[in-house]
């Protein structure tokens, strides 16, 4: 009777000390929780070519903004000319160059690991800025305009922070019409190589 009895106490100790260990060895894997969407900061700085006037002209942009979540950047963006570009449409030499400023939008419509490809459009406006051979007052804003942007990027994370990223796209004008201008001789495609700085 008594062996019955240390055998059942020993059995039943045997188990209880089986199942403790079960329950303490389950805390080794607690399953990974799902990321909380958080906002983040972004700098990006590009340039590229285009035809403006028929010229090929260089460019530079400036975006600041913030990075809702995976799929979706929004914020503000200044872009200008730096090459010289002659207005073919007037008999004396006569140099222009824009500045424009505005809002975009970048939807991430694919992603892959460290690459990604997003489809940014933006929209703002700006002047077109006129100079005159031997105008010592330098460029002198003479004109305002509507621009908008569509493009496709090709984007790499090459480090946490940085991102670099080519592609391209068609620019839109609207509103220009002096020293013979027209929208036209504004409208262009482009093609750009951007680095972006994130949070």
Do not use: C
């Not at 035809?51 to 942009?61: P, Q, S, V």
């Not at 992603?111 to 997003?118: A, C, Q, T, Y």
């Not at 496709?152 to 220009?176: C, D, H, M, P, W």
């Not at 019409?177 to 001789?185: F, G, S, T, Y």
């Amino acid at each position: 009777m008594k062996a019955k009895l240390l055998a059942t106490i020993l059995t039943a100790l045997t188990l209880t000390v089986s199942a403790n260990a079960k329950l303490q060895g389950s805390d080794d894997y607690q399953p990974k929780a799902e990321p909380t969407s958080s906002w983040s900061a972004l700098l990006g700085v590009s340039g590229g070519n285009s035809l403006i006037a028929r010229d090929g002209t260089i460019f530079m942009n400036l975006r600041i903004g913030v990075v809702l979540n995976p799929y979706i950047s929004l914020g503000g963006y200044f872009s200008t000319i730096l090459s010289d570009v002659k207005n073919p449409k007037v008999r004396h030499p006569q140099m222009l160059d824009y500045h424009s400023y505005g809002i975009f939008a970048e939807p991430v419509v694919f992603r892959s690991g460290l690459f990604s490809i997003s489809l940014p459009i933006s929209i703002g406006g700006g002047s077109v800025n006129f100079m005159d051979k031997g105008d010592e007052d330098g460029f002198k804003s003479d004109d305002a305009f509507f621009t908008s942007d569509f493009s496709a990027q090709f984007n790499f994370r090459i480090t946490k922070l940085l991102e670099v990223s080519f592609g391209g796209g068609y620019r839109l004008f609207a509103g220009i019409e002096e020293h013979n201008l027209k929208n036209k001789d504004f409208r262009t495609p482009f093609g750009e190589l951007r680095f972006t700085f994130k949070e």
